[in-house]
């Protein structure tokens, strides 16, 4: 696959910018609480699903401290139509378990604090962040891998050696780019049949061909 240079760098951060520069998350929630609890459950779950599950689980556990001694029979019995509810159920509680002992009951807004939390990974914490915070950070889901390969901003076998070049390839406003790539693969970069038609980045794609784009 070839690389981006850095005219097409530039251009895609340009459009990037203009297009994306007030999205934020599409998943529904009211508090900070909320949304590390919708970002836990999205994991290999899609958002729209997420938006399903979440009023319920909020309604009947609408703070940490009742999370924290949440059944985990009815936890799962709530979320059940996500994917891996059973590790997720054990997870959301656990994770309430040790915001109460350990942070005081309060969310901690430190990726390496957040990581010690039960279901939260690298990427879950900098989602967190940006999304709270407007970090500088990247967070590599699938989307954000699919795009950065076929545009030529990463050839990285890895999630994590994928955020290390978008960090240094992109430098600024990461937390604007990880929003633009999430929502452009979601909807117009799609893994199967993307609608390269609607694509304002077609110019500096580097798959176009495979898609027989002319």
């Known amino acids: 696959m070839l690389k981006a240079t850095k005219k097409d760098v530039d251009f895609i951060k340009e459009q990037f ?30 958002d729209k699903r997420v938006n399903i599950i979440t009023p319920l689980l909020f309604e009947e556990y609408p ?25 997720k159920a054990q997870n959301i509680i656990k994770t309430a378990q040790k915001i109460q002992s350990d942070f005081g009951g309060k969310i901690p807004y430190d990726t390496e604090q957040l990581k010690e ?19 500088n950070l990247m967070a590599v889901d699938t989307h954000v891998f699919r795009v950065s390969h076929r545009l030529g901003l ?3 076998k890895t999630v994590e050696k994928t955020e290390q070049q978008l960090v240094k390839i992109l430098k600024n406003d990461l937390h604007i780019f990880h929003q633009a790539m999430v929502l452009f693969g979601r909807y117009i970069c799609k893994a199967v049949k993307p609608e390269c038609e609607k694509c304002f980045l077609c110019k500096v794609c580097k798959a176009k061909k495979t898609f027989r784009v002319g």
Do not use: H, P
């Open 63 to 87: 703070t940490i401290e009742k999370l924290a001694n949440a059944n985990i029979d009815n936890v799962k019995k709530i979320i059940k139509s996500c994917s891996f509810y059973n590790n």
């Open 117 to 135: 939390l039960a279901g939260v990974g690298n990427k879950t914490a900098n989602v967190f962040m940006i999304e709270t915070q407007g970090a």
């Open 154 to 156: 990463s050839d990285a």
């Open 17 to 46: 910018i203009e297009k994306y520069n007030q999205a934020v998350t599409e998943l529904r929630y009211k508090n900070d609480f909320e949304l590390l609890i919708a970002i836990i459950l999205s994991a290999q779950c899609t």
